[in-house]
């Protein structure tokens, strides 16, 4: 399956949780100002932090491989998830192998999963603090390995500290 090329980014430090996203996405993909038709989720993390979390366009794809119906592809030019209506009858097996909470089923039982608005989502164009971004898999990874460096070593200056 092709890797994602790019998916939508959140930035914890700056999201409030306000879920514009979510009402914008709504009504950009299903014409209805509905947060439970939306393809991205705002979630509270306690206890003070907010994230958005939607597709990341997994490489071979849990969800394409659970489903049994195989409604679900992963696109070889993007990576983003295609759900053909016609086979999907709402079961969640998709929902229960993503392990990162970015499908669900509509009341209509049919999978819903971001698809990127043909590469211009709506989420990022309205979020009022541009706390989403559309990220590369090789700049979250670099961005991760970033993070991670600073928090050893912030780790270890703590612990000299205490000694």
């Known amino acids: 399956m092709a890797k994602g090329n790019k ?26 100002f509905n947060p439970i038709r939306s393809r991205i989720r705002a979630v ?23 489903c049994p119906r195989d409604a ?14 016609d086979k999907c009858n709402g079961c969640g097996w998709c929902v229960e192998a993503c392990d990162f909470g970015a499908i669900t089923v509509g009341t209509d039982r049919i999978a819903i999963v971001c698809d990127l608005c043909d590469g211009e989502p709506k989420c990022i164009e309205v979020c009022p603090v541009e706390a989403l971004s559309l990220q590369s898999r090789e700049t979250a990874a670099r961005k991760s390995r970033i993070t991670a460096t600073v928090a050893r070593m912030l780790a270890a200056e703590a612990s000299e500290v205490d000694k």
């Open 72 to 85: 679900l592809q992963q696109s070889e030019k993007d990576g983003h998830i295609i759900v053909n209506e």
């Open 7 to 32: 998916f939508v980014s959140c930035d914890p430090d700056l999201c409030t949780g306000c879920t514009v996203c979510e009402y914008a996405c709504s009504l950009e993909k299903d014409r209805v």
């Open 44 to 66: 509270r993390v306690y206890p003070s932090s907010n994230l958005a979390i939607a597709c990341i366009m997994c490489e071979d794809a849990p969800c394409v491989i659970a």
